[in-house]
């Protein structure tokens, strides 16, 4: 499982247009803007409320405003509070590019602000002799820096504990040199460099100010000074000379956080952690202490410099909000829940502190007819982002220098001062719970909690989920995607008295009343023993067996319903919806130790992941067999025979339906309704539904509209000439041939073909033909026989679902030496084709068992076009990277496995 101390970030600062600023992909990256929004407009209405408990900048509630619907979005920390409302309200262009300009001009000392902090970076072109301004410069760190725990706290600037300066980055837009002209120039750095980097005061007011923006931990005093000591005596000076400003004037919220942004952009670049151009390493405090990279080199980047930088990446960021799918979105703040029914657009935002949460769920189940109407009806957002090192590092330091101490105050930097934490998931759960529980009185009656997952894999799909559960609220669906999609998931819950999940149906699909202790009841199970009356849930003690139990039942229906295999990850969100509904998950939280705490959760999140495991395991293998390393299928023949087809087939037919009978529609609108097609345990993924969108896609297709040019009646046209042409190469080549019934009643010409076929071969005695019964080869679509010595069975399909055919029904045709079998298949169809075989571990063992051998219909025509052939004629034409079209060798046709 991978480490989450690992996955909190970037390796490097990414300056590239994204959708949320560089910084916060770190911090707190935002949620799937697809995802969002197809949930609020399927779960909610006009002027329903829907809460972010875990915000991360305004995102899920700006989501929420552009389709007509009150937000209330409770911030996981003051940073990403700073974000929302930019998010929510960007700033006019022209107001923030005022504000900079009146920062930049704002007088200082004889002259401008900008003039006076370029000046400390001053430098002489090393062309034309001129006074310019550097980017960066390049100290060569000491040889102990990398085996020192922090930076020491540079009192002696003779002592050069920096380093030595030894390169100097800078622009010269006068000099007429040919080398480079007005572009970034380098050089060796002089004394007068190493001068003017020494001339400010180690102990400056500026230090001493900035000091006192960053709580002193309890024991860590020297945490403070080390932080400050990433930056240069005179990048303190400039960042807070430019932070003053930020604070001094009174300006529109909005243009004064997208100014506190900015900054935060240009204050990591302008420390030690810049080893390299556009590379910042990760900030790393362990033990209260600072420890700095083990580069060689680092930047003194000039902050003036990174400051107007962080202006351009929030302008583009502001551009981006305006011209982005949502468009132009301008919140009204409200104080309180009662205020969102005043105006349209309106936003409760708050820093999700446990007091804030718990005065306004108070406030709320007070008085609920002041609600009336704007009660919450989904609860949306992503799980929390985990406190791993650099988050809890990166955050304390970016909040104490834009916020100051108050906000950076409420952050819980214990994990930084001690030893590492390792329960971050029990952390997360107990996270979930305690906000789900506080938020859930004030949900509808009909309310559902949606939380999204962009991290952590399957333990953290089960630290969610029972979180949830330990909150009181229920499963209603659950999914985990691919690891390489990114190991993201979502969960959606039904909250505590509100209406439960569907109940169960009848075989007629009606849906079954929810009859106290009764079918569709979800606070009762079924009693144990035959005439045992339903027991309530919570009644019942939690059994590890029963666990067990349920889950291999819930993984046997899940892949007879799916059709095909399923790894882990595609299980674990039906295997964890089907334990809440037995009752399982809620018996499981009960004899917890009391809610609060990470402790709580920690080992049962452990105990719960290896149970679902070692159950998949089976032991005994009677139901469940892994086919492949951590992929599952059914071992029982009575399972696989009540399986349904294969996911892949369906999600084909589905396609090809969509295209001919749905008319032109987008490449995007297709994939949705697929995707809405196939929920739950059936949701494909998006490599399948783009391979079966490419094979059946029109030659005048384009990614807006997307059509097909296949007919059914030409593909069985077309199949019929196949069939006919087979039997008759079967008599050219000296064989019997049969014709399966619904082939015989085919009509060619006005014939049925039938008629290709003598009286003998009509009678259609298949007996010793291959180990099967006389029944199941009669199905097969055509057969070439030399009764005792060969038998060729031929299989001709226009598409590539391949599961009826080769999982089933030739499944039940032992195979032989003497017996070789061919899938005479669409050329159209050869890349689906492939894309099926390498996703289906079941399909691979069948080819290589059962001896087949695939071959293309443009081949058949080929080879019957030959003077005279024979079998041997034959094999260069077989596979869908047949040797006919590139004058390779092909592998025999009997050998153990063919060439596909």
């Not at 011209?323 to 029914?341: H, M």
């Not at 032109?664 to 297709?670: D, V, Y």
């Not at 006919?884 to 009997?894: N, V």
Request: glycine residues 8%; proline residues 8%; aromatic residues 4%.
């Amino acid at each position: 499982m991978q480490n989450p101390l690992h996955m909190a970030g970037r390796e490097h600062l990414n300056g590239a247009p994204g959708l949320s600023l560089p910084i916060f992909e770190r911090l707190a990256p935002p949620p799937p803007p697809a995802i969002v929004k197809s949930r609020i407009e399927a779960l909610t209405t006009g002027n329903n409320v829907v809460i972010d408990p875990f915000g991360r900048g305004g995102w899920v509630a700006r989501a929420a405003l552009d389709r007509g619907r009150q937000a209330v979005s409770f911030e996981t920390t003051p940073l990403s509070r700073l974000l929302a409302e930019v998010v929510l309200r960007p700033p006019d262009l022209r107001h923030l590019d005022a504000a900079f300009q009146a920062i930049a001009s704002a007088p200082h000392g004889q002259t401008t602000l900008r003039a006076a902090l370029n000046d400390l970076f001053a430098t002489q072109c090393l062309s034309c002799g001129r006074t310019v301004v550097l980017d960066d410069l390049v100290w060569e760190a000491p040889r102990s820096a990398g085996r020192h725990r922090s930076p020491e706290r540079p009192t002696d600037p003779a002592a050069a504990r920096r380093g030595h300066a030894a390169r100097r980055h800078y622009r010269c837009a006068i000099c007429r040199d040919q080398l480079g002209g007005p572009e970034l120039r380098q050089g060796d750095a002089d004394e007068a460099d190493r001068a003017r980097a020494a001339e400010v005061e180690p102990e400056s007011r500026a230090r001493r100010l900035l000091h006192d923006r960053f709580p002193v931990p309890p024991g860590h005093d020297d945490l403070v000074e080390e932080l400050l000591a990433l930056h240069t005596p005179r990048q303190l000076v400039s960042l807070h000379a430019i932070l003053e400003r930020i604070d001094a004037e009174l300006r529109a919220p909005a243009v004064e956080a997208a100014l506190r942004l900015a900054l935060l952009q240009a204050i990591v670049p302008a420390t030690r952690l810049a080893t390299a151009p556009g590379k910042v390493a990760r900030l790393r405090i362990t033990g209260g202490h600072v420890r700095l990279p083990a580069a060689a080199t680092w930047r003194e980047r000039n902050p003036w410099l990174a400051f107007e930088e962080g202006i351009r990446l929030v302008r583009g960021f502001v551009q981006r909000l305006d011209s982005g799918a949502t468009g132009v979105v301008q919140a009204r703040f409200r104080d309180d829940l009662r205020g969102l029914a005043e105006q349209p657009d309106s936003v409760l935002v708050r820093v999700a502190t446990p007091a804030v949460i718990s005065i306004i769920a108070e406030a709320a189940a007070k008085q609920p007819g002041a609600l009336v109407g704007l009660r919450p009806r989904l609860i949306l957002g992503q799980a929390p982002p985990l406190p791993s090192p650099e988050r809890l590092a990166l955050g304390f330091f970016g909040t104490g220098w834009v916020l100051g101490q108050a906000a950076a105050s409420t952050l819980d930097l214990e994990p930084l001062l001690g030893a590492p934490a390792g329960a971050w998931w029990g952390w997360q759960a107990a996270r979930i719970e305690a906000q789900l529980a506080a938020i859930a009185p004030l949900a509808t009656r009909d309310a559902r909690a949606v939380l999204l997952l962009d991290e952590g894999g399957s333990a953290g799909l089960v630290a969610t989920a029972l979180g949830a559960v330990g909150a009181g609220h229920r499963l209603a669906a659950a999914s985990l995607d691919a690891p390489d999609e990114g190991g993201g998931g979502l969960l959606e819950l039904v909250p505590p008295g509100s209406h439960g999940p569907d109940a169960p149906r009848t075989r007629a699909n009606v849906a079954l009343p929810p009859l106290p202790g009764g079918a569709g009841d979800p606070d009762y199970v079924r009693g144990r023993g035959i005439f045992a009356p339903p027991e309530r849930i919570d009644a019942r003690p939690y059994s590890p067996e029963e666990a067990a139990a349920a889950v291999v039942d819930i993984a046997v229906d899940t892949l007879q319903a799916r059709g095909e295999p399923a790894d882990e990850e595609r299980l674990l969100g039906e295997i964890l919806v089907g334990l809440d509904r037995g009752g399982h998950l809620r018996r499981f939280v009960r004899d917890l130790p009391a809610a609060g705490t990470s402790d709580r959760w920690s080992g049962p999140i452990e105990t719960l992941t290896a149970l679902i495991r070692d159950a998949l395991a089976d032991p005994d293998r009677r139901r469940l067999e892994e086919v492949a390393p951590g992929t599952w299928w059914l071992a029982s023949a009575d399972d696989r025979a009540a399986a349904a087809l294969p996911l892949a087939d369906r999600v084909e037919w589905a396609v090809f339906s969509l295209l001919s009978t749905g008319g032109p529609i987008t490449q995007s609108a297709l994939v949705e309704r697929i995707v809405a097609m196939f929920p739950g345990h059936d949701q494909p993924d998006e490599p399948l539904i783009l391979a079966c969108l490419e094979s059946y896609r029109g030659a005048a297709a384009t990614a807006v509209r997307v059509a097909t040019d296949e007919e059914l009646n030409r593909r069985s046209s077309e199949q019929s000439e196949l069939l006919a042409l087979l039997v008759e190469l079967g008599h050219r080549l000296g064989m019997r041939v049969w014709l399966g019934p619904r082939e015989q009643a085919r009509v060619l010409r006005g014939k049925p073909l039938g008629d290709l076929l003598d009286d003998h071969e009509r009678e259609g005695n298949l007996t010793g033909l291959a180990r099967a019964s006389e029944v199941d080869l009669e199905q097969v679509a055509c057969i070439w026989y030399l009764r005792g010595r060969l038998t060729f069975l031929f299989e001709v399909d226009w598409t590539a679902m391949l599961g009826e055919t080769i999982l089933r029904r030739h499944a039940r045709i032992a195979p032989d030496d003497q017996l070789v079998r061919f899938l005479v298949v669409a050329p159209e169809r050869a890349e689906l084709i492939r894309a099926k075989v390498a996703r289906s571990v079941l399909v691979r063992r069948a080819l290589e068992r059962d001896n087949w051998h695939l071959l293309k219909w443009n081949h058949v025509r080929a080879f019957a076009n030959l003077d005279g052939p024979t079998l041997e004629d034959l094999e260069p034409y077989l596979g869908l990277d047949a040797p006919i079209e590139s004058g390779r060798l092909q592998m025999p046709m009997f050998a153990e496995s063919p060439a596909t």
